[in-house]
């Protein structure tokens, strides 16, 4: 699996507005109903809502991957947000959220949703690949490092 399966070009936020939590995922939710059609971004939100409370996505080093699935999706779909200000997320190490990947799944795919969420979290690991992220602003930039990590360095 590549983060190309389920992250498009048009999926990339290059600066996220919203500095709270509940917040920046209302605009990660807003963003991607725009984008793909059928996607109910009151049910979204609800969906993400409690996922949080079960624990944070914030995994530490400025990353959050908050995640969850949908009934009615047909397939895997991310989005990602950059965010210059930093999130105050609740991260397990307690400090702001940068880099934030929004997964969200078909209900019924606990196998390929626990493969993206591996994926993902193993590339944001590396932290030279963080740094790339953090210095751009650009969204189509932002798209081209994703995928160039994922091909060359995310094995």
Request: aromatic content about 6%; some cysteine; charged content about 30%.
């Amino acid at each position: 699996m590549k983060i190309s399966d389920f992250l498009s070009k048009d999926l990339i936020i290059a600066d996220l507005r919203e500095t709270e939590k509940c917040k920046v995922l209302e605009e990660l939710v807003e963003f991607v109903a725009q984008k793909i059609a059928g996607i109910d971004a009151g049910e979204l939100l609800k969906v993400l809502l409690d996922r949080e409370q079960m624990g944070s996505t914030g995994i530490g080093d400025g990353i959050a991957i908050p995640h969850g699935k949908l009934k009615d999706l047909k397939q895997i779909i991310a989005v990602f947000g950059k965010s210059s200000r930093g999130v105050a997320f609740d991260a397990m190490d307690g400090r702001p959220v940068y880099l934030l990947f929004l997964l969200i799944a078909p209900e019924n795919s606990a196998g390929v949703h626990l493969k993206a969420l591996a994926r993902l979290s193993r590339l944001l690991k590396r932290n030279g690949f963080r740094q790339k992220l953090m210095n751009l602003s650009d969204a189509e930039q932002l798209y081209q490092v994703i995928i160039e990590e994922d091909e060359h360095g995310g094995t």
